[in-house]
């Protein structure tokens, strides 16, 4: 299970490393919406609905994403990928495990709770590399964060509601894609969505990514607990540096080595 969900962090990092390198972000994230729901809407009709106790959790969810990816594109709009990136997505670990711990009866033991931590905070030092984080770009990643924190914790509890963790992930990635467009619409306009084939092919191929990424993460988070599921798929930033490096000619500072090893640390104590 555990090389599942760092699968699925490779999979987050390419696709948030295709959306953050997009001119234009908003119409983006619409496209990848669209396309998700579209692979859903086919995919439901040859598999059984969850169970009707998980409805509530999937509407919910749908909703959450819908902020969540309206705050992504805010956060990348105000700052560089390197500090929105790991506020948005170190907070998140910290809010799950307190929110499962909450609302779901999971407490992590010493070593787990331990690796939700070094994940955390290794990966929240990575946006004050030799710099300060403009205030303008700090409550927009915290708000992302939250976001993420909430649906995580809704599609965890959801999940085991449903019996069946691939028709709820259909389901609840249905509705964002539904309900995005129309925001996009109010902002832009209909005729606006049509682009070149090339970018318009990424962005379909960013949204595929990102559905099953995170189709794997429900299904990691309806056999363990939430909290450690969150903080491996955190260690996403790992690969995004990986990527930045391979692929964008980035450098990698011994700051930045250093913060990963304390991730790479935390992810081998909750697989532990």
Do not use: K
């Not at 909703?63 to 700052?79: A, E, M, Q």
């Not at 205030?135 to 992302?144: D, G, H, K, V």
């Not at 607990?225 to 692929?247: D, Q, W």
């Amino acid at each position: 299970m555990t090389a599942l969900v760092l699968f699925a962090a490779f999979l987050h990092a390419s696709w948030n490393a295709l959306l953050r390198g997009g001119a234009d972000r908003l119409w983006a994230m619409t496209i990848m919406c669209i396309t998700t729901s579209a692979v859903c809407a086919i995919a439901v009709i040859f598999i059984a609905p969850p169970a009707s106790a998980s409805w509530p959790y999937v509407a919910a969810s749908g909703i959450l994403h819908v902020g969540y990816n309206l705050f992504l594109v805010r956060t990348y709009r105000t700052g560089d990928l390197g500090q929105t990136y790991p506020i948005a997505r170190g907070s998140s670990p910290v809010l799950v495990t307190i929110g499962s711990a909450l609302f779901a009866g999971e407490i992590p033991g010493p070593v787990s709770l331990l690796g939700v931590l070094l994940v955390s905070g290794g990966i929240v030092s990575l946006a004050f590399e030799q710099r300060r984080l403009p205030s303008s770009t700090l409550p927009y990643a915290l708000i992302t964060g939250a976001f993420i924190g909430a649906y995580s914790v809704t599609d965890g509890i959801g999940v085991r509601l449903s019996g069946d963790p691939v028709s709820y992930t259909l389901w609840m990635e249905l509705f964002p894609g539904i309900l995005f467009p129309f925001l996009y619409a109010h902002r832009r306009s209909w005729a606006s969505l049509i682009r070149g084939r090339t970018e318009t092919a990424l962005a379909i191929g960013g949204g595929i990514v990102s559905m099953v990424g995170y189709g794997i993460i429900i299904f990691a988070m309806a056999r363990g607990p939430m909290g450690s599921v969150s903080a491996l798929r955190e260690t996403s930033v790992v690969f995004a540096a990986l990527i930045g490096v391979i692929f964008l000619g980035e450098r990698l500072s011994l700051y930045r080595m250093a913060a990963c090893c304390v991730i790479a640390l935390g992810a081998v104590c909750i697989a532990g």
